[in-house]
């Protein structure tokens, strides 16, 4: 029995498949495949078994969870205090739904860096909004920035509210949509396929099917695809606020929108965070870091920014 097997295996109870725990892992699905088979020869219990509505634990999975997520996170500690001794820096690492990481992620992380020169190490991910609580409580993300998540009492992590925005729905130019939204071509970027984002919640309500969806690299690409006429697509009112000025994109009237929305931070209790998450969630609440969740300087090239659907990419 590895940390390795207990890892994959927690990721999998938690996130409620391989699929989802392998692209939590950022590996491929067999390798979380064969690190559960091995746990459950070793154990002698099927642990996790898929039904009609989803994974389920055994008996004897219930009862590992507990004590497997206790061993994942003495695993990570003891990681973080070898790395404390030998001087190294503290790692921060922050993920994001795709818009915020597309554009508002590199500005902060940046920004906050420059704080810490030296003693802070930062890297960044996307990851969809059911993963954040998941990944936060395992020791695989110190910071999570997005919707709120639905996240299990029994993961020992706090989400506060830090930005309220407008979701609004763009349409090119003065061309406007007839009929039923459920009828509409709707451009989204990866978190539109996320049915805990705010994109993914308007969609449900109005009844949106699959078939009607089209899925972009990012927001940037989306806006340009309705900005020629192929659709309408949902955008966080402040970023695209240049393309409503110049005249590209315009409102489109929609009952219900534009959407009263937050961003949430989630990370582990005080009494378990680190400093540098500690650190980052207090300059969360700075004017500079609000100045630039409002009017970022800076973000991803469009032409680089190309986050995978429910995967999590570490730079």
């Known amino acids: 029995m590895t940390l390795t097997q207990l890892n994959a295996f927690v990721l999998v109870a938690r996130l409620g498949s391989v699929t989802a725990a392998a692209s939590a892992l950022g590996v ?10 091995a746990l459950r020869l070793h154990l002698g219990d099927q642990l996790v078994s898929r039904g ?12 590992l969870l507990a004590t497997a997520s206790q061993i994942v996170v003495l ?3 003891a990681h973080a205090a070898v790395r404390a001794a030998q001087g190294a820096p503290e790692q921060l690492r922050v993920v994001a739904t795709s818009a915020i990481g597309e554009f508002v992620l590199s500005p902060l992380t940046e920004a906050f860096t420059r ?36 996240t299990d009492p029994a993961l020992a992590v706090v989400t506060e509210p830090i930005f309220r925005y407008r979701l609004v729905v763009v349409t090119g130019g003065h061309a ?3 009929g039923s939204p459920a009828k509409w071509r709707w451009l989204v970027d990866p978190s539109g396929t996320d ?58 009237e929609l009952s219900g929108s534009p959407v009263d929305a937050c961003w949430h931070v989630t990370l582990l209790d005080r009494q378990h965070r680190g400093n540098a998450a500690s650190a980052f969630r207090r300059f969360l609440g700075t004017p500079e870091a609000m100045q630039l969740m409002r009017a970022p300087a800076a973000g991803v090239p469009p032409s680089r920014f190309r986050p995978p659907v429910y995967v999590t990419i570490w730079s």
């Open 176 to 178: 406007k949509p007839h």
């Open 195 to 252: 049915p805990d984002s705010d994109t993914g919640q308007l969609l449900a309500r109005l009844g949106v099917p699959d078939s009607r969806i089209g899925v972009f690299p990012n927001q940037t690409a989306a806006w340009a695809a309705a900005a020629d006429g192929a659709g309408v697509a949902p955008a966080v009112e402040h970023l695209v606020a240049q393309q409503l000025r110049r005249g590209e994109l315009s409102p489109v």
């Open 28 to 37: 491929s699905e067999p390798a979380v495949s064969q690190a559960l088979s």
């Open 75 to 77: 695993g990570a500690e």
């Open 115 to 150: 704080r810490y020169a030296g003693s802070v190490e930062v890297s960044t991910g996307v990851a969809a909004t059911k993963e954040m609580g998941v990944l936060v409580a395992n020791r695989l993300a110190d910071v999570a920035v997005g919707s709120s998540p639905a």
């Open 52 to 63: 009609p509505g989803g994974m389920t634990l055994t008996a004897g999975g219930a009862r």
